[in-house]
């Protein structure tokens, strides 16, 4: 389902890490792992994904401030997707306001996440 799909995710919890990985590598995709938004950049900087996975609290830097550094500072266009417990109200627009494309919240289903994943990657490569 996600053959060849490059993903970053930004997690610093190892739980959800490992639930991640066991999902990516059902459907085929190649994932590395960023424990705060700063690993992430540092990540990004070394090499091209096809989306980013955020989670919002993280330590030394959270989900919404590096997106914004991604944006802005990176002038990167790689697709975001948070991912997040649902904390506050205005989350899903906090995000959006940061430059993310899509917010996803903790529980969620594996299939759900993937079709968003597999949507959001073809939308922003038409000729995958």
């Known amino acids: 389902m996600l053959d060849s799909v490059t993903i970053l995710v930004a997690e610093d919890n190892l739980l959800n890490q490992r639930v991640l990985k066991f999902i990516f ?5 190649s994932v590395k792992f960023a424990l705060t938004g700063k690993e992430a950049i540092d990540l990004l900087e070394q090499e091209p994904f096809d989306i980013i996975l955020m ?7 959270d989900g919404l401030t590096a997106t914004k550094h991604i944006r802005q500072t990176m002038k990167n266009t790689t697709p975001i997707v948070a991912i997040t417990a ?9 995000c959006l306001e940061a430059g993310m494309n899509a917010c996803v919240f903790k529980p969620f ?6 079709a968003l994943i597999k949507n959001i990657v073809s939308n922003n490569n038409p000729t995958s």
């Open 25 to 29: 590598q059902r459907v085929n995709a």
């Open 86 to 94: 649902g904390r506050f109200a205005d989350e899903n627009e906090l």
């Open 109 to 114: 289903e594996a299939d759900s996440l993937c």
């Open 55 to 61: 989670d919002l609290q993280m330590p030394e830097m």
